[in-house]
């Protein structure tokens, strides 16, 4: 069997190497790659590269993407091996456009991470990303001679942002725009932070490379160079490295700007407010494509939340979600994240299931060839959302569905979870956690962090005495979730301050199989639906944090975001509770502080209780889809 797969995997290996191949020889064959360094209305130029159609007997139009990462490789005369978003929009003959940012790589200018939108531009010297979008877009229109008139801007992660931030004030040529994962709001959900708690892992790799300072115009092969860890071992590393204040005195000192402003601003104050672009999504004109992965461990919250600004606070514009069982940028590319190559491989599943490819073809190509090329073809469903456990794509007129209504998950004694509420007059479990010990986020020795623990069996943390652990009965019949998660906790602690971290888990039964007969998942898998953590003292404000009073019962309410997926008949609905989640969050010291500046001496021991009667209930709400 193992030497069946090895040949597969080669096989599959030297299969994606040749089809990268064909891509590169067609690119060089059918486009001509010009660069320019294009002129902002301050005078800034930023450094563009343009690939045009050999073919000048038609009119094409343009997709423009706007990125921090460089536009490597550098030079006219060296070409990239796929135009972005895939050979769909190569073969049909698109001019894509790629800009280095203001302030990055080959751009001139000063680089702000996730600048703020100025709604109250007075003069040339107030600029944007998006009047430098504005200003580019008006440049393409006046020098490139082959265009139809028509632009769309599309980019994943960071360049979704800068897509999102396209949106206000949008040149009028621009007529469709794709913000994919996009930043959206690093202190309420994407990347850095969620719900206030910062994410250690991601934050410190970022940083380490992305912000080292650039005070001139340069290539990747002189930039900055990857962090030099002493272990492969990242939960050693950080829990040696102690609280977060070392990171400046041992690793950065005083050259990462924006690391700086990371420990600077611990509140939702005035800093974190300007970088929130949801709040500028407003008279929209462009038709928009937001598109996101369930198991993104980045950007799945600034998605759903895109999208959700944009339904709240306009009418009229055309606006479209896609969510898939992705995880960061899986829609790109291969065979669709979720499912990954082995699990297609070993469980037999169906070549159709690539979710990837059943994307570009259905819902981006399209969405773009209307609004850009004025095709004749169906716009996508307001919403189209793939639903885990059951492998399916669902067309929804809105999200959350109108369908779906609410049911509570009430945590009970003994760890049963039920939907009928408990009875007892009191009732609690408790549990130290002690920030020597973390509860790890994934199980084994990883570097970087890892993509897969979005999924990933929660078996290795289940029996540790503090995580605590609450399960239903085995179902008897399929149950379908589509919409929101709300952790509604009744908690106390010994300290004045916690992180509490929820996690809804698919429990497969001892006995599982694949239809195929395969056991590529093994029975009992606890797998991981949706985790999310709340940083205590911001229950019930970010910009205005509350100490708890010890051993008083207090209320922690929050979201996590949406999820979709059948939990089949013959599985369990498991919900997780654990305080630590390291190292992808850091250490709460369990004491009310500015935690960047905590010394070691802060961080203590503390005792945590999850109350379950019916006077302190303790639940989670779930969306059923019937």
Known sequence: ??????????????????????KADFIKKNYIKTEYQIPMRDGVKLFTTVYEPVDKTKKHPILLTRTPYSLSPYGEDKYVRGLVPSMLFSKEG??????????????EGEFVDIRPHNPEKKGKKDIDESSDTYDTVEWLLKNLNSHNGNVGIYGISYPGFYASASLPGAHPSVKAVSP?????????????????????????????????PRPKPITPD???????????????????????????????????????DLMKHGTYDDF???RNIRTHLKDIK????????????????????????????????????????????????GTGGWYGEAKEIICDINPDKNTATWYQENVEFPFFEKYLNNKSVSVPSEAIIFETGSDTWRKFDTWPPAKSSAKVLYFKKNGILSFSPPKDQESYDEYMSDPSKP??????????????????????????????????????????????????????????DADWVVKLIDVYP?????????SCIPGGYQMLIRGEVMRGKFRNSFEKPEPFIPGTPTRVKYPLPDVSHCFRKGHRIMIQVQSSWFPLVDRNPQKFIDIYQADEKDFQKATHRIYHDKNNISSVTVYELK
Request: charge should be negative.
């Open 1 to 22: 069997m193992k030497k069946t797969i090895l040949l597969i995997f080669l096989t599959a290996s030297l299969c994606v190497y040749g089809q990268r191949q064909e």
């Open 439 to 496: 509860v790890p986020y994934d199980d084994g020795i990883h570097l970087q962090r890892t993509r897969e623990y979005m999924r990933n069996d929660q078996r290795f943390v289940s029996r540790r005495p503090d995580v605590l652990v609450y399960q239903t009965e085995v179902l008897e019949e399929d149950i379908v979730l589509a919409g929101p998660v709300i952790a509604d906790l009744m908690v106390s602690t010994s300290g004045t």
């Open 286 to 333: 462009p038709a928009t494509l937001v598109v996101g992965g369930f198991f993104d461990a980045e950007d799945c919250w600034g998605a759903l939340h895109t999208y959700e600004a944009l339904e709240k606070q306009n009418t009229g514009n055309d606006n479209f979600l896609t969510m898939g069982p992705w995880y960061h940028g899986g829609w790109s590319g």
């Open 180 to 212: 994919q994962a996009p930043v959206t709001d690093w202190f309420i959900g994407d990347d850095f932070h969620h719900n206030g708690a910062f994410m250690l892992i991601d934050a410190f790799a970022f940083y380490s490379s992305f912000g080292v």
């Open 272 to 274: 974190w407010k300007a």
């Open 222 to 260: 002189k930039g900055p160079k990857p962090f030099d860890y002493y272990t492969q071992d990242n939960y050693k590393f950080f829990l040696e490295l102690g609280p977060l204040k070392n990171v400046q005195l041992r690793y950065f000192g005083d050259t990462m700007k924006f690391w700086n």
């Open 94 to 107: 698109y001019i894509i456009v790629y800009q280095d940012v203001r302030g990055r790589w080959m751009s």
């Open 510 to 518: 001892d006995d599982y199989k694949e239809p195929s007969g395969e």
